[in-house]
T-cell receptor, first 113, second 105 residues
Framework: DGGITQSPKYLFRKEGQNVTLSCEQNLNHDAMYWYRQDPGQGLRLIYYSQIVNDFQKGDIAEGYSVSREKKESFPLTVTSAQKNPTAFYLC????????????FGEGSRLTVL | DAKTTQPNSMESNEEEPVHLPCNHSTISGTDYIHWYRQLPSQGPEYVIHGLTSNVNNRMASLAIAEDRKSSTLILHRATLRDAAVYYCSDEKLTFGTGTRLTIIP
Protein backbone atom coordinates (compact mmCIF):
# COMPACT_ATOMS: atom_id res chain seq x y z
CA ASP A 1 0.00 0.00 0.00
CA GLY A 2 1.15 3.54 -0.66
CA GLY A 3 1.91 5.79 2.23
CA ILE A 4 4.44 7.49 4.45
CA THR A 5 6.59 5.59 6.87
CA GLN A 6 8.35 7.23 9.78
CA SER A 7 10.90 5.51 11.95
CA PRO A 8 11.59 5.01 14.72
CA LYS A 9 8.21 5.45 16.40
CA TYR A 10 9.88 6.13 19.76
CA LEU A 11 13.40 7.36 20.33
CA PHE A 12 15.38 8.29 23.40
CA ARG A 13 18.60 10.22 23.33
CA LYS A 14 20.98 11.82 25.76
CA GLU A 15 21.59 15.52 25.77
CA GLY A 16 24.29 16.56 23.35
CA GLN A 17 23.63 13.76 20.86
CA ASN A 18 22.41 14.21 17.32
CA VAL A 19 19.60 11.97 16.15
CA THR A 20 18.13 11.35 12.70
CA LEU A 21 14.46 10.61 12.08
CA SER A 22 13.59 8.74 8.93
CA CYS A 23 10.71 9.58 6.57
CA GLU A 24 10.02 7.54 3.43
CA GLN A 25 7.10 7.82 1.01
CA ASN A 26 6.12 5.67 -1.95
CA LEU A 27 3.38 7.99 -3.21
CA ASN A 28 5.59 9.60 -5.85
CA HIS A 29 5.01 12.97 -4.19
CA ASP A 30 7.28 15.89 -4.99
CA ALA A 31 6.74 17.88 -1.78
CA MET A 32 7.67 16.71 1.72
CA TYR A 33 7.38 18.42 5.10
CA TRP A 34 8.52 18.08 8.70
CA TYR A 35 6.40 19.36 11.57
CA ARG A 36 6.96 19.46 15.30
CA GLN A 37 4.13 19.08 17.80
CA ASP A 38 4.38 19.78 21.52
CA PRO A 39 1.75 18.66 24.06
CA GLY A 40 -1.49 20.58 23.59
CA GLN A 41 -0.01 22.55 20.72
CA GLY A 42 -0.61 22.71 17.01
CA LEU A 43 1.80 21.76 14.27
CA ARG A 44 4.79 23.97 13.59
CA LEU A 45 6.68 23.68 10.32
CA ILE A 46 10.40 22.86 10.61
CA TYR A 47 11.55 22.31 7.04
CA TYR A 48 9.96 21.52 3.71
CA SER A 49 11.16 20.36 0.32
CA GLN A 50 9.37 21.05 -2.93
CA ILE A 51 11.62 18.92 -5.09
CA VAL A 52 14.68 16.68 -4.91
CA ASN A 53 17.91 18.41 -3.87
CA ASP A 54 16.04 21.48 -2.65
CA PHE A 55 14.60 22.42 0.74
CA GLN A 56 13.58 25.53 2.67
CA LYS A 57 13.41 26.49 6.31
CA GLY A 58 10.04 26.63 7.99
CA ASP A 59 9.08 28.59 11.08
CA ILE A 60 11.31 26.76 13.58
CA ALA A 61 14.34 25.44 11.65
CA GLU A 62 17.02 26.33 14.20
CA GLY A 63 18.73 23.23 15.58
CA TYR A 64 17.48 20.98 12.78
CA SER A 65 18.87 19.88 9.42
CA VAL A 66 17.44 17.95 6.48
CA SER A 67 18.47 16.45 3.15
CA ARG A 68 16.51 15.47 0.04
CA GLU A 69 18.81 13.31 -2.06
CA LYS A 70 15.99 11.04 -3.23
CA LYS A 71 12.38 11.83 -4.06
CA GLU A 72 11.06 9.26 -1.62
CA SER A 73 13.21 10.16 1.37
CA PHE A 74 13.39 13.27 3.58
CA PRO A 75 15.32 12.56 6.81
CA LEU A 76 15.39 15.05 9.66
CA THR A 77 18.39 15.43 11.97
CA VAL A 78 17.80 16.91 15.40
CA THR A 79 21.13 18.36 16.39
CA SER A 80 22.56 19.10 19.81
CA ALA A 81 21.93 22.77 19.07
CA GLN A 82 18.19 22.24 19.41
CA LYS A 83 17.49 23.44 22.95
CA ASN A 84 14.19 21.63 23.57
CA PRO A 85 14.12 18.61 21.27
CA THR A 86 11.63 16.49 23.19
CA ALA A 87 8.51 16.48 21.00
CA PHE A 88 6.36 14.54 18.55
CA TYR A 89 7.69 14.85 15.00
CA LEU A 90 5.45 14.44 11.98
CA CYS A 91 6.46 13.98 8.37
CA UNK A 92 4.04 14.67 5.53
CA UNK A 93 3.99 14.74 1.76
CA UNK A 94 1.79 15.89 -1.06
CA UNK A 95 1.82 15.62 -4.81
CA UNK A 96 3.14 19.11 -5.41
CA UNK A 97 3.97 22.08 -3.28
CA UNK A 98 1.09 24.32 -4.27
CA UNK A 99 -2.05 22.31 -3.83
CA UNK A 100 -3.59 19.05 -2.74
CA UNK A 101 -4.05 17.15 0.47
CA UNK A 102 -1.24 16.33 2.85
CA UNK A 103 -0.55 12.73 3.75
CA PHE A 104 0.99 12.33 7.20
CA GLY A 105 3.10 9.61 8.72
CA GLU A 106 2.34 8.13 12.14
CA GLY A 107 4.94 10.30 13.83
CA SER A 108 8.13 9.81 15.84
CA ARG A 109 8.22 10.65 19.51
CA LEU A 110 11.65 11.87 20.63
CA THR A 111 12.52 12.09 24.31
CA VAL A 112 15.76 13.63 25.50
CA LEU A 113 16.92 12.25 28.83
CA ASP B 1 0.91 35.78 6.36
CA ALA B 2 -2.40 33.99 6.43
CA LYS B 3 -3.46 32.84 9.86
CA THR B 4 -6.32 30.66 11.03
CA THR B 5 -8.14 30.85 14.36
CA GLN B 6 -10.39 28.21 15.87
CA PRO B 7 -12.05 27.68 19.26
CA ASN B 8 -9.90 25.62 21.60
CA SER B 9 -12.58 23.05 22.35
CA MET B 10 -16.15 22.01 21.61
CA GLU B 11 -18.51 19.33 22.84
CA SER B 12 -21.32 17.57 21.07
CA ASN B 13 -23.73 14.79 21.83
CA GLU B 14 -23.40 11.56 19.91
CA GLU B 15 -25.53 11.29 16.77
CA GLU B 16 -26.06 15.05 16.60
CA PRO B 17 -24.59 17.42 13.98
CA VAL B 18 -21.41 19.32 14.82
CA HIS B 19 -20.37 22.64 13.33
CA LEU B 20 -16.68 23.48 13.73
CA PRO B 21 -15.80 27.08 12.81
CA CYS B 22 -12.56 28.51 11.45
CA ASN B 23 -11.65 32.12 10.77
CA HIS B 24 -9.13 32.79 8.00
CA SER B 25 -9.65 36.47 7.30
CA THR B 26 -6.28 36.97 5.55
CA ILE B 27 -6.39 33.95 3.27
CA SER B 28 -5.32 34.51 -0.33
CA GLY B 29 -8.06 34.55 -2.94
CA THR B 30 -6.64 31.50 -4.68
CA ASP B 31 -5.77 29.39 -1.64
CA TYR B 32 -7.86 26.36 -0.79
CA ILE B 33 -9.09 25.87 2.75
CA HIS B 34 -8.09 22.52 4.20
CA TRP B 35 -9.35 20.57 7.21
CA TYR B 36 -7.51 17.76 8.96
CA ARG B 37 -8.16 15.85 12.15
CA GLN B 38 -5.81 14.12 14.56
CA LEU B 39 -6.44 11.28 16.96
CA PRO B 40 -4.16 10.92 20.02
CA SER B 41 -0.61 9.81 19.20
CA GLN B 42 -1.33 9.61 15.49
CA GLY B 43 -0.58 11.74 12.48
CA PRO B 44 -3.35 14.01 11.20
CA GLU B 45 -5.61 12.74 8.45
CA TYR B 46 -7.18 14.73 5.66
CA VAL B 47 -10.88 15.50 6.02
CA ILE B 48 -11.90 17.89 3.26
CA HIS B 49 -10.85 20.98 1.32
CA GLY B 50 -12.55 23.65 -0.76
CA LEU B 51 -12.08 26.98 -2.50
CA THR B 52 -15.33 28.91 -2.79
CA SER B 53 -18.39 26.73 -2.96
CA ASN B 54 -19.56 24.24 -0.39
CA VAL B 55 -18.05 20.77 -0.57
CA ASN B 56 -19.26 17.36 0.53
CA ASN B 57 -17.52 14.03 0.91
CA ARG B 58 -18.11 10.83 2.82
CA MET B 59 -16.56 12.24 5.99
CA ALA B 60 -17.98 15.74 6.24
CA SER B 61 -19.25 18.88 4.57
CA LEU B 62 -17.44 22.18 4.26
CA ALA B 63 -19.39 25.43 4.18
CA ILE B 64 -17.33 28.40 3.01
CA ALA B 65 -18.50 31.95 3.64
CA GLU B 66 -19.12 34.06 0.57
CA ASP B 67 -16.29 36.44 1.52
CA ARG B 68 -14.02 33.43 2.27
CA LYS B 69 -13.04 34.89 5.63
CA SER B 70 -14.43 31.90 7.47
CA SER B 71 -15.54 28.33 6.97
CA THR B 72 -17.39 25.66 8.92
CA LEU B 73 -16.72 21.96 8.97
CA ILE B 74 -19.94 20.02 9.43
CA LEU B 75 -20.11 16.51 10.79
CA HIS B 76 -23.68 15.54 10.09
CA ARG B 77 -24.04 12.86 12.72
CA ALA B 78 -21.20 12.71 15.23
CA THR B 79 -19.97 9.36 16.49
CA LEU B 80 -17.51 8.59 19.26
CA ARG B 81 -14.87 7.95 16.59
CA ASP B 82 -15.12 11.60 15.56
CA ALA B 83 -13.55 12.72 18.85
CA ALA B 84 -10.28 14.32 17.75
CA VAL B 85 -8.47 17.63 17.32
CA TYR B 86 -9.62 19.34 14.13
CA TYR B 87 -7.32 21.73 12.27
CA CYS B 88 -8.09 24.12 9.47
CA SER B 89 -5.30 25.49 7.35
CA ASP B 90 -4.60 27.46 4.23
CA GLU B 91 -2.71 26.25 1.16
CA LYS B 92 0.54 27.25 2.83
CA LEU B 93 -0.17 24.61 5.46
CA THR B 94 -0.08 26.92 8.44
CA PHE B 95 -1.80 25.05 11.25
CA GLY B 96 -3.15 26.67 14.40
CA THR B 97 -3.79 24.89 17.68
CA GLY B 98 -7.01 23.35 16.40
CA THR B 99 -10.33 22.53 18.10
CA ARG B 100 -10.52 19.57 20.45
CA LEU B 101 -13.89 17.94 19.80
CA THR B 102 -15.38 15.83 22.58
CA ILE B 103 -18.34 13.59 21.82
CA ILE B 104 -20.68 12.84 24.69
CA PRO B 105 -22.30 9.40 24.54
Amino acid sequence: DGGITQSPKYLFRKEGQNVTLSCEQNLNHDAMYWYRQDPGQGLRLIYYSQIVNDFQKGDIAEGYSVSREKKESFPLTVTSAQKNPTAFYLCASRKDSNTGELFFGEGSRLTVL
Amino acid sequence: DAKTTQPNSMESNEEEPVHLPCNHSTISGTDYIHWYRQLPSQGPEYVIHGLTSNVNNRMASLAIAEDRKSSTLILHRATLRDAAVYYCSDEKLTFGTGTRLTIIP
